[in-house]
T-cell receptor, first 114, second 112 residues
C-alpha cells in the first residue's frame, strides 16, 4: 500500500464510450502524474500537475483530458479512444521539493479499448 | 534526447545474487532510481542514488554508479522467489527534477 489509490482497477470500453479514471493520494503531496504503460514500451509520462496547475502535457492526444480539482485527486477523462490506447494507466504523486522527488505509484488501471 | 537502456530478462537461482544493469545518456541527471513492479501492481520505489555517490547499500540491495560510463547497476543479494518482478531504472530529466525517464524494464525470474 503506497498511499495512492486508483479506480477502477480494470476497465473495458468501446471506442464511442466516455469514461473516467480516478486517482487519490493520501500522502499530502503536491504533485500528481499520469503515466501510460504499454507492452514492450518504456513508461510514458502523460501529464503532470503541481499544486493543481498542469505543468506538463507530453503531446498527449486530446481524447485524453486530465482534471485536478485539488492536490489529492486526479482524473483522466477518456472519450473516443482507439484500440492502441489499451494499456496500464498509472498515477503517481510526489512532494516537489526541488531535490529528490520520489514518486509513489498507484496500482494502475488496466484499460482495454474494443 | 535522454535514453535509458536495460536488458530485458534475467534468470537466477534462488539464493544467488542478481545484478541488473542500466545505461543512461543524461550526464546531468541528479538522481537515479530503481523501481520494482510485481504482476498486477504499480511501481514500487526500491532505492535511489545521488549522482555524486558511487555506491549505496540498503539491506540486500547494492546500487553501483559509474558516472564516467553512465552505468548503473542493482545487485540483489540472496535472491528470493519473491524478488521475481520487473525492475525499472530511471533518471531525472535534464530540464526538470520531477520528470523521470524510465528504461523498458528487466524481468527477473528467480528459479527455486
Amino acid at each position: 500500500e503506497t498511499g495512492v489509490t486508483q479506480t477502477p482497477r480494470h476497465l473495458v470500453m468501446g471506442m464511442t464510450n466516455k469514461k473516467s479514471l480516478k486517482c487519490e493520494q493520501h500522502l499530502g503531496h503536491n504533485a500528481m502524474y499520469w503515466y501510460k504503460q504499454s507492452a514492450k514500451k518504456p513508461l510514458e509520462l502523460m501529464f503532470v500537475y503541481n499544486f493543481k496547475e498542469q505543468t506538463e502535457n507530453n503531446s498527449v492526444p486530446s481524447r485524453f483530458s486530465p482534471e485536478c480539482p485539488n492536490s489529492s485527486h486526479l482524473f483522466l477523462h477518456l472519450h473516443t479512444l482507439q484500440p492502441e490506447d489499451s494499456a496500464l494507466y498509472l498515477c503517481a504523486s510526489s512532494q516537489d521539493r526541488g531535490g529528490v522527488d520520489t514518486q509513489y505509484f498507484g496500482p494502475g488501471t488496466r484499460l482495454t479499448v474494443l | 534526447g535522454e535514453d535509458v537502456e536495460q536488458s530485458l530478462f534475467l534468470s537466477v537461482r534462488e539464493g544467488d545474487s542478481s545484478v541488473i544493469n542500466c545505461t543512461y545518456t543524461d550526464s546531468s541527471s541528479t538522481y537515479l532510481y530503481w523501481y520494482k513492479q510485481e504482476p498486477g501492481a504499480g511501481l514500487q520505489l526500491l532505492t535511489y542514488i545521488f549522482s555524486n555517490m558511487d555506491m549505496k547499500q540498503d539491506q540486500r540491495l547494492t546500487v553501483l554508479l559509474n558516472k564516467k560510463d553512465k552505468h548503473l547497476s542493482l545487485r540483489i543479494a540472496d535472491t528470493q522467489t519473491g524478488d521475481s518482478a520487473i525492475y525499472f531504472c530511471a533518471e531525472t530529466d535534464m530540464d526538470s527534477s520531477y520528470k523521470l525517464i524510465f528504461g523498458s524494464g528487466t524481468r527477473l525470474l528467480v528459479r527455486p
